[in-house]
């Protein structure tokens, strides 16, 4: 999505933070020239690189412009510093390292030589930006250094969520001005795949561009539907197949950014931004299928009457929006803001084994064959251990918390893959004030200083956002994207979560992609409604272990769960350790698992 957009000097004062464009007395923030002048290359650099993007900044209020520009600035620079074709690729990830490394030292000394790391820098300490959550997108873009190929459109997808971070920065700058981009935490699903649409597009746009450096950055999945597209598209060839490929994927693409259930209930302006985006990559779309075989030989462009005719209202309507709106300038700045180590080599070096158990036990050996994938685990009884020593019902889940890390230490050192945990159900909401407020206050602090947040553990979140306070469910998604790259236990906490609510709105999915004829609805299969879940990739549950004397399941993960085997204990939650987690694995590799088979042959107990 790139628009052609011209900016004034006067647009620029107009949006610089506090600057009150009094020539005769210094800004009262202190800006000296040279944090100007970055600011300016910022501008220049973001206007060139990403016209699209720049042309949507100029919808945000003014006070937000100046650091939006710093951050895609520096987006921009990295991925020059990436694509630099005459450098090598050790020395192109070199540079993409040491631009970071060298970020890390700025934000400590609180400035830059380097002008957009000058004005990023700035950017982070007046707006108190933690700018440790771009790691994972810096990540990728080492990863775009050794031209990454995708097997699939899940591959794929994992890859687009690199731009989520920058996104979340802008969202988090709106928040700081007192007009918050609430993009419906119910509606996540239209995120990403808005941030999908917003990727497609782009690639489809510099599909020339990049056949001549040898990248076709589309999924395998995509490319095999259409035999001969992929050899006629590396080769410069306009066919039949690659004709249809690409109409295939224009229109995906139009689906994914057309999420008009996103913008809804979110303030005019941000949700002008939004809207405006989208009006911009489908007209980037239509260019695109107008192409035809020059699509092949250069970048489409939209005209610029149909440039014009979705921007100049959109500037009316945003300026009006923003005009209403009492805003927040930057605060002072912060004396000192750090960021995460972006490489994944350093990430890994943080990451250090569990603590071992107090009284040294080891986990059992489990033959491979023996192990299951995943197991589910509802932690039961914590309420009732603290009545049994006269605490107030909070005082138990407090002490759970103990019993739940203990479950991540038992599981990693044992080698299991995938770990859940039921930690607040939808009908948890019944329960006093108190009890819910401690639960959630718990699972919060534990994202943010739990002893779990340095072990290789990628952590998932699964439930819905209603009622869940803001900060934990940001809280949530950011520990998803830091961890995302981790590839030892999986561990999923399911919180607000209820299994019939999950089924539900996984047929409602279903049910729209079905409307949008992304599915024939007479050849809908188990497949498909799986993939519509909201993690299509975990594995079906091979163990449910529930503690607490109780012997149901409770609504949880029924999909999941169909061919479990269950385990009860009788321990409240507070009163396990890792060793009750072996045991419960032990007992699973003696038992008989059958699948609605015959038991000649299989091997286990009788």
Not at 158 to 179: I, K, M, S, T, Y
């Amino acid at each position: 999505m790139r628009i052609t957009t011209h900016s004034t000097t006067a647009d620029f004062d107009a949006a610089l933070p506090a600057q009150r464009r009094r020539p005769a007395r210094r800004p009262p923030t202190g800006e000296d020239p040279l944090l100007r002048a970055a600011y300016r290359l910022c501008l220049r650099t973001t206007q060139v690189h990403d016209p699209g993007i720049f042309a949507l900044i100029q919808l945000m209020p003014a006070v937000l412009r100046p650091p939006c520009w710093a951050l895609w600035a520096a987006a921009s620079v990295l991925d020059d510093l990436a694509d630099q074709r005459d450098a090598q690729q050790a020395e192109r990830e070199a540079r993409v390292q040491a631009w970071t490394q060298a970020l890390q030292c700025d934000l400590a000394a609180g400035t830059s030589t380097d002008p957009v790391r000058r004005a990023l820098v700035d950017t982070a300490l007046r707006w108190h930006l933690d700018l440790s959550s771009l790691q994972g997108a810096v990540t990728s873009t080492l990863d775009d250094v050794n031209d990454r190929r995708f097997a699939d459109w899940a591959e794929w997808r994992a890859w687009c969520e690199a731009l989520v971070p920058w996104v979340d920065q802008v969202r988090h700058l709106f928040e700081q001005a007192g007009a918050p981009m609430t993009l419906r935490l119910d509606r996540q699903q239209d995120y990403k795949r808005f941030i999908d649409g917003a990727q497609l597009t782009d690639i489809l746009t510099d599909l020339s561009a990049d056949l001549t450096q040898g990248l076709l950055l589309l999924p395998q999945e995509a490319l095999d539907a259409f035999p001969g597209a992929e050899d006629d598209l590396r080769q410069g060839s306009w066919s039949p197949a690659t004709a249809a490929l690409v109409r295939e994927l224009t229109g995906l693409a139009r689906r994914w950014v057309t999420r008009p259930a996103m913008t809804r209930g979110m303030h005019p302006g941000a949700a002008t931004v939004l809207d405006t985006a989208a009006c911009l990559m489908r007209a980037q779309l239509d260019a695109v299928d107008a192409a035809g075989h020059t699509l092949l030989q250069r970048a489409p462009r939209p005209s610029l009457v149909t440039r014009t005719r979705i921007l100049v209202p959109a500037r009316l309507r945003s300026g009006l929006a923003w005009s209403l709106t009492p805003l927040t300038a930057a605060g002072p700045r912060q004396p000192a803001v750090t960021v995460r180590e972006p490489s994944p080599a350093a990430d890994d070096a943080n990451l250090r084994p569990p603590p071992a158990h107090l009284d040294g036990a080891r986990p059992p050996r489990i033959a491979a064959d023996r192990m299951p994938a995943h197991v589910a685990v509802i932690m039961d009884g914590n309420g009732r251990w603290a009545e049994q020593r006269g605490l107030p019902r909070p005082e138990g889940h407090r002490a759970g918390n103990a019993a739940a890390h203990e479950m991540v230490y038992g599981a990693l050192e044992i080698g299991l893959r995938h770990l859940t945990l039921y930690a607040f159900s939808t009908e948890n909401w019944k329960r006093d004030t108190e009890e819910i407020t401690t639960i959630l206050e718990a699972i919060r602090r534990d994202l943010d200083e739990g002893p779990i947040r340095n072990l290789d553990v990628r952590q998932r979140w699964l439930g819905h956002p209603d009622k869940l306070p803001a900060e934990l469910v940001q809280a949530l998604l950011r520990e998803e994207r830091r961890t995302r790259n981790r590839t030892g236990l999986t561990l999923t906490v399911c919180i607000n979560y209820g299994g019939r609510d999950e089924i539900t709105r996984t047929a409602a999915a279903l049910a729209q992609a079905t409307r949008a004829g992304a599915i024939d609805p007479h050849l809908i299969g188990e497949d498909d409604f799986a993939r519509h879940l909201p993690h299509p990739d975990m594995p079906d549950v091979d163990l449910l272990w529930r503690t607490g004397n109780e012997q149901r399941t409770s609504n949880f993960l029924p999909w999941h769960t169909t061919y479990a085997e269950l385990y009860f204990t009788p321990d409240h939650w507070p009163d396990v350790d890792r060793r009750d987690l072996w045991q419960a694995i032990t007992e699973y590799s003696r038992r008989q698992r059958r699948h609605g088979g015959a038991t000649h042959g299989m091997r286990g107990r009788s």
